[in-house]
Antibody, heavy 122, light 108 residues
């Protein structure tokens, strides 16, 4: 069974940093591309970032470019999101997401974690 | 960036009725790389449809999708109580994926 378990969320002050982690199991993590998707309280879904299986291709939404860094450790079956210079508008549930096809290039998101809440507030 | 606009924002219907949800793109979605997701309160989204008209694994056949180019539709033929939720469309044909703002399907 595929499992994606996010951790690392919490309360942080504006301008602060936080690192999210996602532990993957039930599939060959090293061959799957991965993504982060977020959802502000009561709002819709926003794709944040994606990383290919080898970390060769990385993309970011304009809203986080230059502040967030996605990375992965295939030996630990883990995905990360380093978030710096956090703003109130980054407050959201952050989901770890992947695709059963392996590559998310031209494939929909069908593996979702349960999410971790990040709150940016003074 | 492709902007997706969903309508209506809220749809109030009764169980047994037919629901029609719309998703319009600001530019053509390549190869119909358009998906629909269902989200219930406190849960992660679930993939319903992909490729505009293909049902994901385990999705009942009362759900159907259609469209191409810039106009797409999700239809639920006969609403069941468990279908009342928020629905999002998403394009995945570009490196920057985008979602629509969602349609809330509520019980009338």
């Amino acid at each position: 069974e595929v499992q994606l378990v996010e951790s690392g969320g919490g309360l942080v002050k504006p301008g602060g940093s936080l690192r999210l982690s996602c532990a993957a199991s039930g599939f060959t993590f090293s061959t799957y591309s991965m993504n982060w998707v977020r959802q502000a309280p009561g709002k819709g879904l926003e794709w944040v970032s994606s990383i290919s299986s080898s970390s060769y291709s990385i993309f970011y939404a304009d809203s986080v470019k230059g502040r967030f860094t996605i990375s992965r450790d295939n030996a630990k079956n883990s995905l990360y999101l380093q978030m710096n210079s956090l703003r109130a508008e980054d407050t959201a549930v952050y989901y770890c997401v992947s695709c059963s096809a392996g590559t998310c290039y031209s494939n929909p998101f069908d593996y979702w974690g349960q999410g971790t809440l990040v709150t940016v507030s003074s | 960036e492709i902007v997706l606009t969903q309508s209506p924002g809220t749809l109030s219907l009764s169980p047994g009725e037919r629901a029609t949800l719309s998703c319009r793109a600001s530019q053509s979605v390549s190869s119909s790389y358009l998906a629909w997701y269902q989200q219930k309160p406190g849960q992660a989204p679930r993939l319903l449809m992909y490729g505009a008209s293909s049902r994901a694994t385990g999705i009942p056949d009362r759900f159907s999708g259609s469209g191409s180019g810039t106009d797409f539709t999700l239809t639920i033929s006969r609403l069941e109580p468990e279908d009342f939720a928020v629905y999002y469309c998403q394009q995945y044909g570009s490196s920057t994926r985008t979602f629509g703002q969602g349609t809330k399907l509520e019980i009338k």
